[in-house]
């Protein structure tokens, strides 16, 4: 009769003799960027060579199915039920990666080759998404042998192929196949740990809302030196226009976009001590930069912050001596669900019009993804967290939402599950640039933690 221990030790056995690097250097090998047209059959080729075959070893049912919406990648769903009163637990995950961007990454590393080097697994979609949703199946390999088969749950598995498009058809997809798709919880894993070296959970994700600020004063550009000085500068505008959302030292002016009541006493309180980091290749974190008396995990974890994503005045890869005739950025709002994004264009339109910027117009206005949250407190999210740190035997950090967004508001709102997001990254992973990378270390954490897991699920009460 196996025991925990012994299925905790078939999972690192799995990481130890080669195995995670050795099947994670396999799928990273298939270049299923979502990004690159020229690239969509290996979004099929992933899901139906790599994934499929690998999941009904484990006696899943597997299904491949065309995306809703015309021109997204396909959707892999897949379910082992042992027992409809067991409890299930949805496992989601994203195949398709962004561009590999090969000519940027550092000499000697390549994006669809998994290099080791300096402790480091170099790779394209080593962290975002393949290596983790990896960790999570090899973990329930473990368990599955050590159980002679047998698990004590039920599974069911969404890997998408879009996610990296905002994973449109998504949501579509879950709507009309929720009751196939129904769960007691979903845990998956996505994103960073707040630090390197501490096992993390989230509750749910920040949204993205996006917008364009666009001055446009006349059709074409005019002489510098005949003009300059007489006729307005688009750029100049928009300028000042950004200077009155944000302050010099990131704070955001227009108040009306923050959450509604502050941070919450319940994010608050979960995020006291909470540190953030992203090791020694991440960026800095500025102490002085946002919004002042919240500490640095409350700016990203309990607040919303305005990023200017791109602008454009002119040519600037081409410079011509001409007054611009029009200047444009893309923002972003990253919010959390404490605030009301149905209100942030209209908000922005007061607020440019209070400082005399009518002639500044908003488009595009939208929200791209939007924030999900599990209390804290509920009861999987309490499970999860014991069973981690009983295998890990070290302290995990929840948190309330991750920094970053994920699709869970969809299966929230056709699901009602919970969300227990496990991640198995870090900030410094460079995901979505050159040289992206998994740590080793939290590799095996994570291994180990989703193994106690699917052990302790196989033992909970129905």
Request: aromatic fraction near 6%; proline fraction near 7%; include cysteine.
């Amino acid at each position: 009769m196996a025991t925990r221990d012994q299925a905790l030790a078939l999972a690192a056995a799995k990481f130890d003799d080669g195995g995670l690097k050795a099947r994670l250097a396999d799928f990273v090998a298939i270049p299923s960027t979502a990004q690159d047209e020229t690239m969509e059959k290996h979004l099929h080729r992933y899901l139906d060579q790599a994934i499929r075959p690998w999941v009904e070893g484990m006696g899943f049912k597997v299904r491949i199915h065309p995306n809703p919406l015309p021109d997204f990648g396909p959707i892999l769903t897949a379910e082992r039920i042992e027992d409809p009163a067991r409890p299930t637990i949805l496992l989601y995950g994203h195949g398709d990666t962004v561009r590999g961007l090969d000519e940027q990454w550092s000499p000697g590393l390549k994006p669809w080759e998994l290099i080791e080097r300096e402790g480091k697994w170099y790779g394209r979609g080593t962290a975002d998404n393949k290596g983790q949703h990896v960790i999570n199946l090899m973990a329930l390999e473990a368990v599955l042998k050590a159980r002679e088969g047998k698990l004590g749950a039920n599974v069911k598995l969404v890997l998408e192929m879009a996610e990296e498009r905002g994973s449109r058809g998504l949501r579509e997809f879950v709507a009309l196949n929720a009751e196939a798709l129904s769960a007691d919880a979903l845990i998956a894993s996505d994103g960073p740990r707040v630090m390197p070296e501490i096992p993390t959970i989230a509750t749910g994700t920040r949204g993205t809302f996006h917008f364009d600020l666009v001055v446009k004063l006349r059709d074409g550009g005019v002489h510098s030196g005949h003009w300059g000085g007489l006729t307005t500068d688009p750029a100049v505008i928009l300028a000042h226009a950004i200077g009155t959302m944000m302050d010099r030292n990131g704070k955001i002016l227009v108040r009306d976009w923050l959450p509604r009541n502050g941070v919450p006493a319940d994010v608050r309180g979960v995020l006291a001590g909470c540190e953030v980091g992203g090791g020694a290749e991440a960026a800095t974190i500025d102490e002085g930069w946002g919004e002042p008396g919240l500490t640095a995990a409350e700016k990203i974890y309990g607040w919303n912050s305005l990023i200017i994503l791109a602008m454009i005045s002119g040519r600037p890869e081409n410079p011509v001596n001409a007054v611009a005739p029009d200047a444009r950025a893309h923002c972003q709002i990253r919010y959390t669900v404490d605030s009301d994004p149905a209100g942030f264009e209209a908000a922005l339109r007061r607020h440019l019009d209070v400082h005399g910027l009518e002639v500044v117009k908003i488009e595009n206005a939208g929200i791209r993804m939007p924030a999900s949250r599990t209390s804290p407190s509920h009861p999987w999210v309490v499970w999860a967290r014991e069973s981690m740190e009983r295998s890990l035997g070290k302290p995990v950090q929840v948190i309330p939402n991750s920094s970053g967004g994920l699709p869970g508001d969809v299966f929230v709102d056709h699901l009602n599950v919970p969300l227990v997001w496990v991640p198995h990254s870090y900030n410094g992973c460079k995901q979505h640039g050159p040289d992206e990378h998994l740590l080793p270390g939290p590799a095996r954490e994570g291994l180990l933690a989703f193994a106690g897991m699917w052990w302790d699920v196989g033992e909970k009460a129905a």
